[in-house]
């Protein structure tokens, strides 16, 4: 069974910068595992953040920009806003099905 | 303006089926990969079904396969989730999405609820 990993939690100041990862069982993510990241808000839909690793789509702010970092599907968020704080998760790409990570919780403190 | 609009939840005893809809409006429906995604009370997101736009690409999650059918139909702008032999761990929020099959899931609706229990 295939699991992929992020971290359960991470704080960051209003105005830093945090980098959130995303890890495969199977070994290092790459391109062709197209990292998608998604933003949730209590009570509410996930929302698109990033697709095919490092692609925004129209609405997402420019502070937000995904990499792949040490065999790891990466976020990062740089000038981090009061409004950031939600739960954040990756979906991977194996080839027919999708496995979605098991979220980060920001905090922004 | 995209809108998808989920129906079709509810209470359903265990050892039962149910199907879910999903009603697409303001895009190409069928220019568009489908997707169920399903959240259990204060848990993480699962993916649970994908379908390509013309059906030819159908996946479905390990805890699911062999008891969920997704389907689509294009005249209708509609997206299926036929759900049978329902455990108590099917219980949760039932999402559809848009986007491609493998490089993206972009749009949401806002789900519907799902309860498994006698």
């Known amino acids: 069974q295939t699991v992929v990993t992020q971290e359960p939690s991470l704080t960051v100041s209003p105005g830093g910068t945090v980098t959130l990862t995303c890890a495969s069982s199977t070994g290092a993510v790459t391109s062709g595992y197209y990292p998608n990241w998604f933003q949730q808000k209590p009570g509410q839909a996930p929302r698109a953040l990033i697709y095919?690793?490092?692609n925004k789509h129209s609405w997402t702010p420019a502070r937000f920009s995904g990499s792949l970092l040490g065999g790891k599907a990466a976020l990062t968020l740089s000038g981090v806003q009061p409004e950031d704080e939600a739960e954040y998760y990756c979906l991977l790409y194996y080839g027919g099905a999708r496995v979605f990570g098991g979220g980060t919780k920001l905090t922004v403190l | 303006e995209v809108q998808l609009v989920e129906s079709g939840g509810g209470l359903v005893q265990p050892g039962r089926s149910l199907r879910l809809s999903c009603a697409a409006s303001g895009f190409t429906f069928d220019d568009y990969a489908m997707h169920w995604v399903r959240q259990a009370p204060g848990k993480g997101l699962e993916w649970v079904s994908g379908?390509?736009?013309?059906?030819?690409?159908?996946g479905y999650a390990d805890s699911v396969k062999g008891r969920f059918t997704i389907s689509r139909d294009n005249a209708k702008n509609s997206l299926y989730l036929q759900m049978n032999s329902l455990r108590a761990e099917d219980t949760a929020l039932y999402y559809c999405?848009?986007?491609?099959?493998?490089?993206?899931?972009?749009?949401w609706g806002q789900g519907t609820l799902v309860t498994v229990s006698s």
């Open positions: 999405a848009a986007g491609d099959y493998s490089t993206r899931v972009q749009h």
């Open positions: 095919s690793t490092s």
């Open positions: 379908i390509s736009w013309n059906s030819g690409t159908i």
